[in-house]
């Protein structure tokens, strides 16, 4: 089966500036997760849906953060106006509902210069 | 609230040696631990998983961990290391339950390095 599609792979933008980032997980995964991942650091995550209801999102900064899961199916990440700090990589993750495990993305690589 | 601490950011074994990798964990209810692997520039890759079955898991790669209660501990351990073993490994543990089912949360990571 096809994995977790993310992109882009690198992004590198200047400090205010916005981005996006885009998830398609595997076909018939209703859970979708996005993780940070500071260098040095494991994954924190983000958001956590299921089809396209939040399921858990205390820990994004909403201020700047926002996310979205069209049709239950791809997710856009957004960070606007990124920080230095959001330097990180950005890892998309999706299971089925109840599966412990889950599968990752290669994951996007935002530089914040 | 659930946590995972791992032993050591950096383990250097020879080629050909044991591997062992350090995890503990914190949580108030029967957990549900995780090892994942991180090479250079990818995604995270499941390496095994357990979820209260046989407390000794085998995963792929030739890796293994055991669940151990008493210790609080998922150690993960291979007899023999390889070059191609070289990466960065992740334990998790999961929000089994309530609000945040599903959830992941991640140790600061283990740097193995292998030499020749």
């Known amino acids: 089966e096809a994995g977790v599609a993310q992109s882009p792979r690198y992004k590198i933008i200047e400090k205010r500036q916005s981005v996006a980032f885009w998830c398609n997980p595997i076909?018939?995964?209703?859970?979708l997760y996005w993780y940070q991942q500071i260098l040095g650091q494991g994954p924190k995550l983000l958001i956590q849906?299921?089809?396209?209801?939040?399921?858990?999102d205390s820990q994004l900064p909403k201020d700047r953060f926002s996310a979205e899961r069209l049709k239950g199916v791809d997710s856009t990440l957004k960070i606007q106006p990124a920080k230095l700090e959001d330097s990180a990589v950005y890892l998309c993750?999706?299971?089925?509902?109840?599966?412990?495990?889950?599968?990752f993305g290669s994951g996007t690589r935002l530089t914040v210069v | 609230a659930q946590s995972v601490t791992q032993l050591g950011s950096h383990v250097s074994v020879s080629e050909g040696a044991l591997v062992l990798l350090r995890c503990n964990y914190s949580?108030?209810?029967?957990?549900?631990l995780f090892w994942y692997v991180q090479y250079p520039n990818q995604g995270l890759q499941l390496l095994l998983k357990y979820t209260s079955a046989a407390t000794l898991v085998k995963g792929i790669n030739g890796f293994e961990a055991e669940f151990k209660k008493s210790e609080t501990s998922f150690h993960l351990t291979k007899p023999s290391a390889h070059m191609s073993d070289a990466a960065e490994y992740f334990c998790?543990?999961?929000?089994?339950?309530?609000?945040?089912?599903?959830?992941?949360?991640f140790g600061q990571g283990t740097i193995l390095t292998v030499h020749p």
């Open positions: 849906f299921q089809n396209n209801g939040v399921v858990d």
């Open positions: 993750a999706s299971s089925l509902v109840g599966d412990y495990g889950y599968t």
């Open positions: 949580s108030s209810v029967p957990p549900y």
């Open positions: 076909s018939g995964h209703a859970t």
């Open positions: 998790a543990v999961n929000h089994a339950g309530g609000t945040s089912y599903g959830k992941l949360t």
